[in-house]
T-cell receptor
């Protein structure tokens, strides 16, 4: 089983739509959680961290369910510029403190 | 801040040739990571260094791969001999020490797109 699993998509949505991505992780001792964004032929960039209580950054909302080992990202009022691949990322257990494990990503296509 | 600098951006080589990828991390970052990205397997961690010392190389696929960090501002990833299945995008990333309650994100370089024919 992969450490981090995501639906690869693609998710095709019209501008203005709300879209949600889900992610599961296998190691219950994982320490921290993130969403990264990767544009086509570019490097991944940190979008937002995911906190236990849930957190919001503008149109983006991230949720964590430790009991179910499940992470989500909600994008409201989608923009054309949101088209990208969204990577679910988990930081390793204490012995791999600085080590990030990336999911394979969910591709989002926002159309006019 | 110049960011993480990788070279070359693109590399096309013939099977059996030696390939060397280069990375300059952000000044002051004490962690350096090498990742490989393919469509099939996504981003895979190959090796990472802390203060120029290799900490975890369990992701290095085989003996054909080697990585060095001779000083805080330079690292190389070498493949010898290269094979077509090594074709991928290789990313270098750097970070600085985080606390257990905090975290400093990775900054990735632009990557090297390697094609082995």
């Amino acid at each position: 089983r992969k450490e981090v699993e995501q639906d690869p998509g693609p998710f095709n949505v019209p501008e203005g739509a709300t879209v949600a991505f889900n992610c599961t992780y296998s190691n219950s001792a994982s320490q921290s959680f993130f969403w990264y964004r990767q544009d086509c032929r570019k490097e991944p960039k940190l979008l937002m961290s995911v906190y236990s209580s849930g957190n919001e950054d503008g149109r983006f909302t991230a949720q964590l369910n430790r009991a179910s080992q499940y992470i989500s990202l909600l994008i409201r009022d989608s923009k054309l510029s949101d088209s990208a691949t969204y990577l679910c990322v988990v930081r390793g257990v204490p012995t791999g403190f600085q080590k990030l494990v990336f999911g394979t990503g969910t591709r989002l296509l926002v159309s006019p | 801040d110049a960011g993480v600098i990788q070279s070359p951006r693109h590399e096309v080589t013939e099977m059996g040739q030696e390939v060397t990828l280069r990375c300059k991390p952000i000044s002051g970052h004490d962690y350096l990571f090498w990742y490989r990205q393919t469509m099939m397997r996504g981003l895979e961690l190959l090796i990472y260094f802390n203060n120029n010392v290799p900490i975890d190389d369990s992701g290095m696929p085989e003996d054909r791969f080697s990585a060095k960090m001779p000083n805080a501002s330079f690292s190389t990833l070498k493949i010898q001999p290269s094979e077509p299945r090594d074709s991928a995008v290789y990313f270098c990333a750097s970070s600085r020490q985080g606390t257990r309650s905090g975290y400093y994100g990775y900054t990735f370089g632009s990557g090297t797109r390697l094609t082995v024919v």
